[in-house]
Structures are given as structure tokens and as C-alpha cells.
């Protein structure tokens, strides 16, 4: 089946780690996306990337850093740097000049212990 | 940038329809999006409208979008327990590569 697949669903972190996100896509998408939601609001773009060996920052990248070496993975690691880790972290993938519509994974829950 | 509004919260009995409401402020924004998620699921796409189009059904699903007052909207007929559930509205400014959301609605509908 085609479609976005976030890994892991749950994920406890001690203060100090780095921990890595991974997203995967099948959809032979060009772009590549990083949310983090928090409860009660809304999305909020990390990183973005276009294309293979490319990305840019999004809202709040600081803490936050990402790969771009293949078109169907976009891992996000979250560093020892990013002070309130704790949150919904939700990959998303689009295909370029398809109205940019972008589809999602099911999302990964990071806590910090 | 774009900013996208929306109302927190929306209660409806089951059967009756649902009105959720969105404004944005980018009178550029060409594509504009609603998603669904359930708790702990991500973002599922449930329709979209072009900036040229007033109107866009698609079964229990109505968008209706007023350029000249930025407004936005999506009408669920015939609601039932299962559309409980947050919902997000999205632009896309003309300029802009990503999406601008808005904080999202949470629809509870009851018995």
C-alpha cells in the first residue's frame, strides 16, 4: 500500500539525548515535510525539504535537524538543543505542482523523562 | 505571513449538520484545504477547493469559500458520532511553497 510511515509510534527520551524520527514515503514524492504539534494547537512546520539533498527551515527549526540523502526518507533528530521536546511530531509528503496537497503520517509521540 | 483562524470548539446533536468556519488573511492563497484527525492519528485529507471556485460537494461535504471576505467553510450533512474528531483548515498563499493551518476545530457530536 502507498503512503507515509512514521516510526517509531512512541518514543521516551532522557534530557541530554538526541533521538531520530524516521519517515518514509512510497508515494515517489518530491517534497518532504517535519510538524510539530502540540495539545490544542496547530501545526507548526519544522523543516521542509524539495528534493533529495536539500531542505530548508521551517517556524522552528532551532533544536531540530534532518537528511535529505534519499527522495523516500526524511528522518527528523531532535537534539539535546530543543528545550520542550515533548510532542506529536507528524511527517508529510506532496507532490510538486499537485496544488502542493499534502498527505500525511500517522505521527510519532515523543516525552521527554 | 498568513494567518488562518478558526473556532475551537463545536458541539452538534447526531443527524443534525455541522458548520465549521475558517478565515485567512492571504487574499493570494490559491489552494484551500480541510483535514480530519482522530485522536492520536495524523492529518487525513478530506477535501480541497481551488481559489477560482465559490463551491465544491463531495457526498456529506460541502465547501463553500468567499474570496471577497476570506472565509472558508465546511458543512458536514447528516452528522454522526464517527465525525467526532479535530478539524483543520489550510491555505496555501500563491507565494508560499508549505501550508499555513489554522489551529484546528474540535467537533464533538452527541447522542
Known amino acids: 500500500d502507498g503512503g507515509i510511515t512514521q516510526s517509531p509510534k512512541y518514543l521516551f527520551r532522557k534530557e541530554g539525548q538526541n533521538v531520530t524520527l524516521s519517515c518514509e514515503q512510497n508515494?515517489?514524492?518530491?517534497?518532504m515535510y517535519w510538524y510539530r504539534q502540540d495539545p490544542g494547537q496547530g501545526l507548526r512546520l519544522i523543516y521542509y525539504?524539495?528534493?533529495?539533498?536539500?531542505?530548508q527551515k521551517g517556524d522552528i527549526a532551532e533544536g531540530y535537524s534532518v537528511s535529505r540523502e534519499k527522495k523516500e526518507s526524511f528522518p527528523l533528530t531532535v537534539t539535546s538543543a530543543q528545550k520542550n521536546p515533548t510532542a506529536f511530531y507528524l511527517c508529510a509528503s506532496s507532490q510538486q505542482g499537485a496544488g502542493n496537497t499534502i498527505y500525511f503520517g500517522e505521527g510519532s509521540w515523543l516525552t521527554v523523562v | 505571513g498568513e494567518d488562518v483562524e478558526q473556532s475551537l470548539f463545536l458541539s452538534v446533536r447526531e443527524g443534525d449538520s455541522s458548520v465549521i468556519n475558517c478565515t485567512y488573511t492571504d487574499s493570494s492563497s490559491t489552494y484551500l484545504y480541510w483535514y480530519k484527525q482522530e485522536p492520536g492519528a495524523g492529518l487525513q485529507l478530506l477535501t480541497y477547493?481551488?481559489?477560482?471556485?465559490d463551491m465544491k460537494q463531495d457526498q456529506r461535504l460541502t465547501v463553500l469559500l468567499n474570496k471577497k471576505d476570506k472565509h472558508l467553510s465546511l458543512r458536514i450533512a447528516d452528522t454522526q458520532t464517527g465525525d467526532s474528531a479535530i478539524y483543520f483548515c489550510?491555505?496555501?498563499?500563491?507565494?508560499?511553497?508549505?501550508?499555513?493551518f489554522g489551529s484546528g476545530t474540535q467537533l464533538t457530536v452527541l447522542p
Open positions: 489550510a491555505c496555501k498563499p500563491g507565494s508560499a511553497r508549505q501550508l499555513t
Open positions: 525539504s524539495q528534493i533529495v539533498n536539500d531542505f
Open positions: 477547493i481551488f481559489s477560482n471556485m
Open positions: 508515494l515517489n514524492h518530491d517534497a
